[in-house]
């Protein structure tokens, strides 16, 4: 699947927006679903968002469902996350992931390429 690189985190205030890119070989956003996922300090990591080959995307209802949005452009290789109307509860590090076709999108043992992280701080 090759290497996942994330970008675009930062240290924002409440209500501002970030996007974050995750750039990889062409081979894994043709074939394989990409997701969105954090961790905040001292707890565990949780699913954000995931995109299917399709285009059909699946969102953390319960935290991030409205706000933020996750896209893909496959002539550059990359998946975004428009994270809108951030709080300081969005504070995390946020990962790429690749995951063969047909997983559960929302189970991070579905997930077998990762990037390194990219920190996102929200700032009350």
């Known amino acids: 699947q090759g290497q996942l690189v994330e970008s675009g985190g930062g240290l924002v205030q409440a209500g501002d927006s970030l996007r974050l890119s995750c750039a990889g070989p062409p081979r894994a956003f043709m074939w394989y679903t990409t997701g969105w996922f954090r961790q905040a300090p001292g707890k565990e990591r949780e699913f954000v968002a995931a995109i299917a080959r399709s285009g059909h995307t699946a969102y953390n209802d319960e935290t991030v469902k409205g706000r933020f949005t996750i896209s893909r452009d496959n002539a550059k290789n990359t998946v975004s996350l428009q994270m809108n109307r951030l709080t300081p509860e969005d504070t995390a590090v946020y990962y790429c992931?690749?995951?063969?076709?047909?997983?559960?999108?929302?189970?991070?043992?579905?997930?077998?390429?990762w990037g390194q992280g990219t920190q996102v701080t929200v700032s009350s």
């Open positions: 992931a690749a995951a063969q076709p047909g997983n559960p999108a929302r189970l991070e043992s579905s997930y077998t390429t």
